[in-house]
Nanobody
Framework: QAQLVESGGGLVQPGGSLRLSCKAQRMILSTFNMCTADWYRQAPGKEREFIARSSNSGSADYTDSVKGRFTISRDNSRKTVYLQMNNLKPEDTAVYYC????????????WGQGIQVTVSS
């Protein structure tokens, strides 16, 4: 069974930066390469929201609130997806989750365990 392991969260001051990583374990490379990789976040008392996507062709998409501040990328050779977060704001405080979905293999839909990001002075 594959799993996603997230790292890189923590406490940062407003205006600071963090880079989250999401590494796929026990997943063959060809499967990873075909997956769309998304980042979501969930703030206390709020629903989980989509924030960024990396398609299997390498294109990226973002929700409006993070455009120009966050960058999603992937290193297929390392089976890892990244989320570079710059100019962080207190409203970015949330638990962040990565999600990998294969376009045709319905069983390939994995979530990371979630990682806390807190933006506070």
């Amino acid at each position: 069974q594959a799993q996603l392991v997230e790292s890189g969260g923590g406490l940062v001051q407003p205006g600071g930066s963090l880079r989250l990583s999401c590494k796929a374990q026990r997943m063959i490379l060809s499967t990873f390469n075909m997956c769309t990789a998304d980042w979501y976040r969930q703030a206390p008392g709020k629903e989980r929201e989509f924030i960024a996507r990396s398609s299997n062709s390498g294109s990226a998409d973002y929700t409006d609130s993070v455009k120009g501040r966050f960058t999603i990328s992937r290193d297929n050779s390392r089976k890892t997806v990244y989320l570079q977060m710059n100019n962080l704001k207190p409203e970015d405080t949330a638990v962040y989750y990565c999600n990998l979905v294969h376009p045709t293999l319905q069983s390939v839909n994995y979530w990371g365990q979630g990682i806390q990001v807190t933006v506070s002075s």
